[in-house]
């Protein structure tokens, strides 16, 4: 299938590590350039030399961007446009959530949290979207959870920071229609990465069994058996970004190998 990405540009937030690096290196392989965004430019840079090297002639630069210092936004999107030419493509892969109940996540961890997503997400679209509108194939791909459908007690906190962003991308899809930009979610299930690793060591020992067993019984509820890949996710981003996913919008899509319960 041709999808015709190539010499497309593309801003990929939280991309110095995981479901963001693996979005991308998927974004470099099909020929698009890229704006690489992150708080740790050791990381970035080595990404982007790494992705240089293997295809000759994209243009990859790298922006620092910390959403807990607010005021950074908008000019590491102004920098990063400037030097790509614009943008296509809209990444908002940044954030996470802390792991535990309600009584064992303080109120600075909400704070923070909250500052990268949803409001990280928020500035980042908003700052992006006069860039969107010039494109004549305009993307946002938000990087979601599966918990913000079904939330669980262990996991409180990803349940509304990913129900937000879930809501966003539908209010955000009505909004930019009529430009012509598509806005949709990716939400994965439990997927190897080093959050993955930390959830099956604190599985592993509050049951008092061997990471092995762990990650056994947290893919016992999975139909496919599998944790998802990074990969995954990002060929799943290359299709939404593309021509062929056109008359896509306001869509959640999980990849989570069936472990969501909800239609």
Known sequence: MKLGLGSRKAFVTGASRGIGRAIASAFAAEGIHLALFGRDQKRCKAIADDLRERHAGLRIVVVRLDFEQPDTVKPAVDAAARQLGGVDILVNCAGGAHRGRLNEIPDDAWERYFKVKPLGLIRMTRETLPYLKQSDQGRVINISGTRGREPEAHSMMSGPINFGTLSLTKA???????????????????????????LVTITARERGCSAEEAEKYLLREVPLGKVITPEAIADLAVFLA??????????????????????
């Open 242 to 263: 593309s021509a062929r996913a056109g008359l896509i919008s306001g869509c959640a899509i999980n990849v989570d190998g069936g472990r969501t319960r909800s239609i």
């Open 172 to 198: 955000m899809a009505n909004e930019f229609g009529p430009f012509g930009i598509t806005v949709n979610a990716i939400a994965p299930g439990s997927t190897a990465t080093r959050r993955w690793t930390e």
